[in-house]
């Protein structure tokens, strides 16, 4: 009962806002990590996962049968539900995915925000736990369980100024990647997967891939905004 008091207390403690320069410079260093080659890979694969989530999440809402995830090694993503293979529920299904990076990293700003940066952690392992349960592949049980051992180590060792740090990177990498992969979608053009998300939206609603890329990219130029106006309010006034 003492292991479970202590781990409650420490999840809904409420923390002091870090200084308006270290959330700056957590923001420059989830930029740099989206922009660059050689860490993008990464950042990529943990988009994969909430980008997942979204398909699994809202499968589940719409009344949908969710049947397994799968996460791979060049940080592509399947999640398989049965269910009508029309209709507004699939639509909503598909169009979550891109969306989801987006609407968590808001999320993760409201969090931060009130102060609950280790809530953000606690809440990040519930994710991944939940995903777990779903994944039918080794290289995703790896990955999230590296993931989820990961923050619970940062959760239960690291110094709650080092914990607030973690949680605003990874708000920031949310906000800052959902576009790029999106922009890689509009890029690439008739080199397109004919299975993305847009296409198959496409060929569900008659409305265009294209249109449903821009519609997403708007979408997620709104959420970066959005949270980073939450996330440092103070430093973009006086910009």
């Known amino acids: 009962m003492d292991a479970l008091t202590e781990t409650w207390d420490r999840a809904t403690a409420v923390q002091p806002l870090p200084e308006p320069g270290v959330v700056l410079a957590t923001g420059l260093v989830a930029l740099l990590m989206v922009l660059s080659s050689t860490t993008w890979r990464r950042v990529r694969l943990g988009v994969t996962v909430v980008h997942e989530a979204g398909h699994a999440v809202v499968a589940v809402l719409v009344g949908r049968r969710l049947q397994g995830i799968r996460l791979h090694a060049d940080t592509s993503g399947l999640t398989v539900s049965s269910g009508r293979p029309t209709g507004p529920g699939m639509v ?24 609950r940066g280790v809530a953000l952690l606690w809440l990040m392992m519930l994710l991944l736990v939940g995903l777990l349960l779903w994944v039918r592949n080794w290289y995703g049980v790896l990955t999230l369980a590296g993931a989820g ?25 949310l906000l800052l990647a959902a576009p790029r992969p999106v ?5 690439a053009g008739r080199r397109r997967s004919r299975s993305s998300d847009p296409d198959q939206l496409a060929r569900l609603t008659g ?15 709104a959420g970066l905004l959005v949270g980073a106006l939450t996330l440092a309010p103070d430093l973009l006034a006086r910009a």
């Open 92 to 115: 909503a299904t598909l169009l979550a995915g891109y969306l989801a990076p987006a609407v968590v990293g808001v999320g993760a700003a409201l969090v931060l925000a009130s102060g």
């Open 149 to 173: 051992v990961g923050i619970g180590l940062l959760t239960w060792y690291a110094a709650p100024d080092v914990q607030a740090v973690v949680a605003y990177l990874v708000a920031w990498l």
């Open 183 to 187: 922009l890689e979608l509009v890029t």
């Open 207 to 221: 409305v265009p891939a294209l249109v449903w890329c821009l519609l997403m990219l708007v979408a997620n130029l």
